[in-house]
């Protein structure tokens, strides 16, 4: 039987997506996210001032509390999978609009066309 000086921790290998981004050139590692996860998807990473250790992304509840947790803008990016994604474009002015985002457009109050 081998000695083990160290556990590991390591993200699992099987999920084809990958919930939460960090950009580790944003990231201060204040583990924030972590605090407010709601499926225990992060863990604090053991080199002091990385970002956190996605461990569990096909756990992901998809709610963007560690987004909305973070100080610095642009450090936590989730990415909803493809069936989350939520999008559409006005036909007229070519705006783009998605579920979630901040200042969304007046609600449409036109009767639909028959």
């Known amino acids: 039987m081998g000695k083990f000086n160290a556990a590991l921790m390591l993200p699992n290998?099987?999920?084809?997506?990958?919930?939460?981004?960090?950009?580790?050139?944003?990231?201060?590692g204040c583990n924030k996210c972590i605090d407010v996860c709601r499926a225990d998807v992060?863990?604090?990473?053991?080199?002091?001032?990385?970002?956190?250790?996605?461990?569990?992304?096909?756990?992901?509840?998809?709610?963007?509390?560690?987004v909305g947790a973070c100080p610095i803008e642009g450090a936590c990016i989730m990415t909803a999978p493809l069936q989350q994604s939520?999008?559409?474009?006005?036909?007229?002015?070519?705006?783009?609009?998605?579920?979630?985002?901040?200042n969304p457009p007046p609600a449409n109050t036109k009767p639909p066309v028959v």
């Open 42 to 66: 992060l863990h604090p990473n053991p080199e002091k001032g990385k970002p956190p250790i996605v461990l569990y992304p096909d756990e992901c509840w998809f709610a963007g509390c560690c």
């Open 86 to 102: 939520v999008a559409w474009k006005r036909k007229d002015t070519g705006e783009f609009f998605r579920l979630g985002m901040k």
């Open 13 to 28: 290998p099987m999920t084809p997506n990958k919930a939460i981004v960090f950009n580790e050139s944003k990231c201060t």
